[in-house]
């Protein structure tokens, strides 16, 4: 079982930036591949970003390549989110979640394991 617990949402300007954090439970969270999506109203839950277990390998939506970026501490159980040039388009909820395989990295029902949210909005 693992829990994750996202924060660092808030209300930012256009072209800020923002770093989100999901702090895992669990002595496993090593071995879990972690990524995050987010849903903006209306719209459907999207693929934001992912990376492997030790951090190797990466993986970005295409909305938001070469803006933001994703790490991991697993001494620390948390994976990070670091989003610059922020848009208004990038305005959501951001969730992380737990994977127990590369495999289907972008889908949603590849991970076992969800965060509660955290809110971002960006003010233009």
């Known amino acids: 079982q693992v829990q994750l617990v996202e924060s660092g949402g808030g209300l930012v300007q256009t072209g800020g930036s923002l770093r989100l954090s999901c702090a895992a439970s669990?002595?496993?969270?090593?071995?879990?591949?972690m990524g995050w999506f987010r849903r903006a109203p209306g719209k459907e839950r999207e693929f934001v970003a992912a990376?492997?277990?030790?951090?190797?390998?990466?993986f970005y939506g295409d909305s938001v390549k070469g803006r933001f970026t994703i790490s991991r501490d697993n001494a620390k159980n948390t994976v990070y989110l670091q989003m610059n040039s922020l848009k208004p388009e990038d305005s959501a909820v951001y969730y992380c979640?737990?994977?127990?395989?590369?495999?289907?990295?972008?889908?949603?029902?590849?991970?076992?394991?969800w965060g509660q949210g955290t809110r971002v909005t960006v003010s233009s």
């Open positions: 669990g002595r496993t969270f090593s071995s879990y591949v």
């Open positions: 990376i492997s277990s030790a951090g190797g390998s990466t």
């Open positions: 979640a737990a994977a127990p395989a590369l495999l289907g990295v972008r889908l949603e029902y590849k991970y076992d394991y």
